[in-house]
């Protein structure tokens, strides 16, 4: 199908040079009553189940009691979520990774003239390794500064890799391995070493040997995921985490065409909409609960105010569901709030970046203005 964003020749570019609450879910507060509630049922019911998680039960549990309720987008990523989120950034109008895939592309070589040989990648929501292989494919060239030098002279760095270390942040446990084990074999020199972590949590990086730099690398519009309070306080903490002259390649999504966006996040082959119910399927699985997906309506809505699409699963009737020995009532027609994928204008972006304490260093973009990726000092 032509979308007009496949127009330009690929990989045409623009360049110019220029706390813990959680994504749009509150896990703050709430937090401490909530927890000591759920223990007593869910203690019970994890006997027999080996699938039960704790954790899983109470953050739905504190979205889904809420007034307005919500249910965290890091929820989707179980295995099935995993796929089916994999599937959707095959789908022709999700031209976001497809976009961001292309510009990385061409901008890779750039990126890695920036750092010098055994640096370390460290990058938030890893679920595959696909676009950080453009980045740790690169080796390191000799460079203008060290012209002259022995190791320019006899080309001692030129096979070096520009990244030594990789570490790949995620909720996904099971892709995470798999991403080892893949990385094991097509980057045997490359030391590889996963967190599994909430990364809107403290996250603490795993020793590792000496380096000569790091650089963050936030990918596919996830920060669009978080609150705009809670995305700055993300990447502040990613700066300090990282510490000074670190470096920081954020990509973010920044179409704000309305028709556009309901076709990427509402897809006329319902993968996304099985996506957004794949989430009541790990309830009942993990957390003991009650849903009949097929009863829930899959909506995905443009939030013109907020700049925003937000998916939700709407209740097509009234009923009470149980969750971990708990009743959640639903009226007929209620939303649960399951995502936000906010969508940033240049202008908004560089306040945010700039209120968390990075230097916005380089940015691109895609010909069509749909997709960024920003480098930051
Ligand atoms: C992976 C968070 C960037 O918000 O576009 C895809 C997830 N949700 N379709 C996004 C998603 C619906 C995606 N992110």
């Not at 990989?11 to 937090?31: C, E, N, Q």
């Not at 494919?137 to 022995?150: E, H, N, T, V």
């Not at 990364?199 to 995921?225: C, D, Y």
């Not at 510490?243 to 065409?257: H, I, S, V």
Request: proline content about 6%; aromatic content about 8%.
């Amino acid at each position: 199908m032509p979308y007009d964003d496949e127009d330009g020749p690929n990989g045409s570019v623009v360049l110019s040079d220029s706390r813990t609450a959680g994504s749009h879910a509150p896990m703050g507060s709430a937090t401490g009553g909530i927890v000591a509630e759920v223990r007593g049922p869910l203690g019970n019911a994890l006997k027999g189940q080996v699938q039960l998680r704790h954790d899983v039960a109470e953050t739905a549990l504190r979205g889904l009691l809420a007034p307005r309720k919500t249910l965290p987008p890091s929820l989707f990523y179980d295995e099935e979520g995993c796929r089916l989120f994999y599937e959707i950034t095959k789908l022709p109008e999700y031209y976001l990774t497809r976009t961001e895939f292309r510009l990385l592309e061409t901008i890779a070589p750039a990126v890695a003239e920036l750092l010098p040989a055994g640096a370390t990648l460290v990058e938030y929501g890893a679920s595959d390794e696909t676009k950080a292989e453009m980045l740790l494919a690169r080796k390191a060239s000799a460079r203008a500064p060290m012209r002259g030098s022995f190791d320019a002279l006899f080309g001692n760095t030129r096979d070096e890799a520009v990244f030594q270390t990789y570490i790949p942040i995620d909720v996904a446990e099971p892709a995470l391995r798999a991403m080892r084990e893949r990385l094991a074999v097509h980057r045997p020199e490359l030391s590889v070493v996963p967190v599994t972590a909430d990364f809107m949590r403290p996250v603490e990086l795993p020793k590792r040997e000496s380096e000569t730099a790091i650089m963050g690398f936030f990918p596919g519009s996830t920060i669009g995921n978080l609150e705009p309070g809670p995305a700055v306080d993300f990447l502040g903490r990613v700066r300090s985490t990282l510490g000074n002259g670190a470096k920081f390649l954020l990509g973010f999504d920044t179409c704000r065409d309305p028709a556009r966006l309901i076709r990427a996040y509402d897809d006329p082959q319902g993968v996304t909409a099985q996506f957004n119910r794949n989430l009541l399927v790990r309830l009942n699985r993990e957390a003991d609960a009650t849903f009949d997906p097929e009863t829930f309506a899959h909506r995905a809505i443009w939030n013109a105010t907020e700049s925003r699409v937000e998916m939700h699963l709407v209740s097509r009737v009234g009923r009470t569901v149980m969750v971990a020995g708990r009743g959640v009532q639903f009226a007929r027609d209620e939303s649960i709030h399951t995502e936000n994928s906010y969508k940033y204008t240049p202008e908004r972006m560089r306040t945010m970046i700039t209120a968390a304490g990075w230097t916005v260093s380089k940015t691109w973009s895609d010909s069509n203005g749909l997709f960024a990726l920003w480098l930051l000092d």
